[in-house]
């Protein structure tokens, strides 16, 4: 596991300014973790509020990213009014990531930033994932797929650093 957080830094630091799709759960809690340690204020996480984000699930996020020191930001996302969305079909997750890929990736732009980066890991691509063509197609980059970090790698890095949420339940998305 320490080759795999020694890649990940490095990869993470070759990046220069990156912005960390950040959810408050367990995966993307590690990348930003090792971002902030990697690049300190060039790692910005921003997380998606919308009505599909509990009260609880955002202030559990904010208190993640204040532990970290990790400069946080909020983008309203309008998923739950797309039709598409609504429709609640099996490629429901295609059109929500849609959406909240397309924000971040606007948002990196403003601010110059050219990575996008979300906390995929090697487990999450054993089944079908729509929302994984959506990080593809806004060119969203998976450092923790890459290096071939599996959930329990994940857990154990995150126990490791000391992150609260180390063995919080997976949700749903």
């Known amino acids: ?12 630091t070759g990046l220069g300014r ?12 590690l990348l930003l973790k090792a971002s902030v340690d990697a690049l300190k204020s060039n790692a910005i996480a921003v997380l998606a509020v ?17 532990e970290m020191g990790a400069t946080l930001r909020f983008m309203n996302t309008k998923e739950t009014e797309d039709p598409s969305y609504q ?14 890929y397309a ?4 948002f990196a732009d403003e601010h110059g ?7 995929m890991n090697v487990d999450d691509t054993v089944d079908v994932r ?10 969203v980059l998976s ?6 970090f599996t959930k329990t790698d994940v857990r154990n890095a995150a126990r490791e650093l000391g992150l609260s949420n180390w063995d919080k339940p997976a949700a749903a998305c």
């Open 113 to 119: 930033i050219v990575h996008v980066l979300d906390g």
């Open 50 to 66: 919308s009505p599909s984000l509990p009260d609880a699930e955002k202030e559990d996020a904010i208190k993640l990213a204040g």
């Open 130 to 139: 729509p929302g994984r063509a959506a990080a593809m197609k806004h060119g």
């Open 143 to 148: 450092p923790l797929e890459k290096f071939g």
């Open 87 to 100: 429709a609640n079909a099996a490629n429901r997750c295609f059109f929500c990531k849609d959406h909240v």
């Open 1 to 12: 596991n320490t080759s795999k957080m020694q890649l990940l830094h490095d990869e993470l």
């Open 18 to 29: 990156v912005v960390v799709a950040f959810s408050g759960g367990v995966d993307s809690s």
């Open 103 to 106: 924000s971040l990736r606007a």
